[in-house]
């Protein structure tokens, strides 16, 4: 039986999860939960799975958790919080795999406490590795641990990769779905709602994740993010997309042929490989039909008018600082645009300014990669500021 500590595990891929540990409770035993606010899930999650130890991000949640354990006669699990919180969760001790789902930079320090805890990584967090993949890659080698990709297009590369041998990737085919917002102008992407920009076409995600997808970004975090964890070069990297999110990604081999992996879009079939490696266990759920499918459409992103994918290609190229710039600003502009406070084109150009700003630090310590997320937050916070009083003068 494999013991898991799921970081996120109120969000969606935290969610799903859970779901596969309730199929299967005879392969599975949940040890530790983290969620952010969400107290009344967390709540039911413990009652069902009977953590040892579960964490919020505030303390007046964690009490309130405490007292609602306690008037159901659960008094076998404690209640931690705040970040210390979250990377005990990362780290309990009986934990064999430490599922990272959290959305955000903040999952960067439970990451490298559950590496030298020794515990396996199931990773969904992209900020991992966008930010810091020069110095997890280093931690997971020298602690001979398992990172194991949760995201479908790596995933999806991953399982293409097994039995293939070393050295033998020419180039990896990243597909894409294009968004809610594929084939549109940039003109038309300027009165962008932002309810429309959280109706994905194919997956059911999170608000963050979704409008990501609608602007690139997403696309352009997994490029970063499939270089450090494949030991690839920006040009070793394509982006096709693939807008019915049947193939979910490909690798072409230096002697030109090309495996792709194919299925359903459902996030249950990574979230498991992942868990189960390097086994593979039945999952229930639809099944790819080709008669109803008939045909399989590429087309090339348009990256002038999703400049945010082009970006992320700079980003990854420079290296250094300049994807936490990336990262960070494009984190903030998206809450600011699900705060209705800027227009949808305004989230690229919030994230280009940044990047322009930044005077790029070479090889970052941890330390000065979180630095860099607080000083591109009060850059944008200051420029938004200037900006409101120019315009009421």
């Given amino acids: 039986m494999k013991k898991l500590a799921v970081l996120g595990s109120t969000g969606s891929i935290g969610t799903q999860t859970l779901d596969i540990v309730r199929e299967r409770p005879e392969e599975f035993q949940i040890t530790a939960l983290a969620a952010g606010s969400n107290v009344l899930l967390l709540e039911e999650q413990v009652a069902e799975f009977r953590p040892k130890l579960v964490s919020l991000t505030e303390e007046k949640d964690a009490r309130e958790l405490q007292e609602r354990l306690h008037l159901r006669n659960i008094n076998t699990t404690e209640v931690v919080y705040g970040i210390e ?98 084939g549109k102008t940039k003109e038309e992407l300027g009165s962008i709602t932002v309810e429309q920009a959280l109706q994905h076409p194919n997956w059911s995600m999170g608000k963050k994740i979704t409008v990501d997808s609608s602007t690139l970004v997403n696309k352009g975090l ?62 229930s759920g639809k099944r790819l039909d080709f008669f109803e499918l008939q045909k399989i459409e590429f087309y090339r992103p348009d990256t002038e008018t999703f400049r945010a994918l082009a970006l992320a290609y700079d980003a990854f190229r420079e290296g250094g600082s300049l994807p936490t710039v990336y990262n960070a600003a494009n984190e903030m502009a998206v809450s600011l645009f699900l705060e209705r406070k800027i227009g949808y084109l305004q989230i690229t150009e919030i994230l280009e300014r940044a990047m322009d700003a930044h005077t790029k630090i070479k090889n970052p310590t941890l330390e000065e990669v979180l630095s860099t997320e607080g000083e591109t937050y009060s850059y944008i916070r200051e420029h938004s500021r200037d900006k409101r009083r120019k315009e009421a003068v």
């Fill in 85 to 182: 919180g979250l990377t005990a969760c990362a780290c309990e001790e009986s934990a064999d795999m430490t599922v990272n789902a959290v959305v955000g930079m903040v999952g960067i320090l439970p990451t490298v406490a559950a590496i030298r805890a020794g515990k396996d990584i199931a990773l969904a967090n992209k900020e991992t590795l966008v930010t810091a993949g020069h110095i997890i890659m280093p931690l997971v080698k020298e602690y001979n641990v398992k990172l194991l990709p949760v995201d479908s297009e790596h995933s999806a590369v991953f399982q293409c990769l097994q039995g293939a041998g070393e050295q033998t990737v020419e180039k990896l085919l990243l597909t894409a779905s294009g968004g809610p917002f594929f």
């Fill in 222 to 283: 997994e490029v970063m993010e499939a270089g450090w964890l494949f030991s690839l070069t920006p040009e070793q990297i394509e982006v096709l997309v693939q807008p019915k999110s049947i193939i979910h990604s490909m690798i072409q081999f230096n002697d030109g042929a090309v495996l792709a992996q194919l299925g359903v879009p459902d996030m249950k079939l990574p979230i498991q490989y992942a868990m189960t490696y390097p086994d593979r266990l039945a999952l």
